[in-house]
């Protein structure tokens, strides 16, 4: 059950990412994958909610994108994103759904299903605010803990799911997993946990910190067997550095171990502080660098 300390409550409101910061000046402009292009196909989102098993008494948002070329007849590749809420907006940081479209349509990525999916909140019914002001209270919980709850609560209950309505690859080469902050971190363990479902991991100012125990993880990776997942971080020198520790310097250590033990991996870094910005202006480039040799399947018809 959720651990229900007031320090985590904290830690909750310290890792959730500032978007207002920086947004006075166009340090990190968007390019054109990330903006609407004329002639380009436009797929769905639609909005659900869920009541988790595997966290009980919690109830979350999640959406989900179908791009305009899916076929049900040919298994579609998946993209889970944590904290959804950020990364469907197409006015926000990432603009996802407007990268899929633009990527997919150029075969720079695969025909893709986004799953966006946003952290549980303990209760009856969600909250009336939406986005970072709902402050779901269980994120901490299922986000910074380095255990196998998560992956198991996307394989057993959110994939079989929206699996019922599409016909989703089961290969974890055409499995991808996101997040900002603490669902950064949370990205990485479900990979780390379950490398037989997701291969590729991206990371933006990931929370590799002393949250829930989360900065064991370049020791694990130096130490461990090598898992066959794929790496991007994303981080910037002006990210957080408070009680649970300094996240520039613990992405630094990530990179460094995941580089001792030859991961496919890449870390890109800019002088940004703790928000979307900067990953949100390299979302289009970290895509196509994830999904660089992945064999874009055609209709089994």
């Known amino acids: ?8 409550i904290i830690a909750l409101l310290l890792t959730a990412p500032l978007s207002a910061q920086d947004k006075k000046t166009n340090k990190f402009p968007h390019g054109p994958f990330s903006k609407r292009q004329p002639n380009i196909p436009k797929g769905t989102v639609t909005e659900h909610t869920h009541r988790s098993k595997i966290f009980p008494g919690t109830i979350r948002r999640y959406w989900v994108y179908v791009p305009k070329q899916y076929d049900p ?50 209760g009856p019914k969600l909250p009336e605010k939406r986005g970072w002001a709902a402050r779901p209270n269980n994120r901490s919980y299922e986000y910074d803990s380095v255990s196998d709850q998560y992956a198991r609560f996307l ?16 290969e974890p080469q055409g499995r991808a997993i996101c997040g900002i ?21 991206l990371s933006h100012i990931g929370s590799f910190t002393n949250i ?14 090598k898992r066959p997942i794929r790496v991007f971080l994303q981080d910037g020198t002006n990210d ?16 460094s171990a995941l580089k001792f033990r030859k991961y496919d ?31 874009i399947k055609t209709s089994s018809k």
């Open 181 to 201: 902050s603490s669902g950064g971190i949370c990205a990485f363990t479900a990979a780390w946990h379950r490398p037989d479902a997701f291969s590729k991991v």
């Open 73 to 122: 007849n040919t298994p579609a590749a998946v993209m889970v994103f944590q904290d959804g809420h950020t990364y469907v907006s197409e006015t926000g940081d990432f603009r996802t759904p407007i990268v899929f479209d633009n990527l997919i349509h150029k075969k720079q990525m695969p025909v893709t299903i986004g799953i966006f999916i946003n952290p549980g909140h303990r």
């Open 1 to 8: 059950m959720p651990i229900k300390y007031t320090t985590f």
């Open 240 to 255: 957080l550095n408070n009680s649970h520790g300094n996240w520039w310097l613990a992405n630094l250590q990530m990179e």
């Open 155 to 170: 394989l057993d209950e959110v994939l079989p799911t929206i699996g019922k309505k599409y016909n989703l690859t089961k």
């Open 212 to 225: 829930r125990g989360g900065h064991v993880y370049p020791s694990l990776i130096r130490k461990g067997a």
């Open 265 to 295: 991996y890449k870390f890109v870094s800019s002088d940004g502080a703790h928000n979307g910005r900067h990953g949100g202006q390299i979302l289009p480039q970290s895509l196509i660098w994830l999904w660089r040799d992945y064999k």
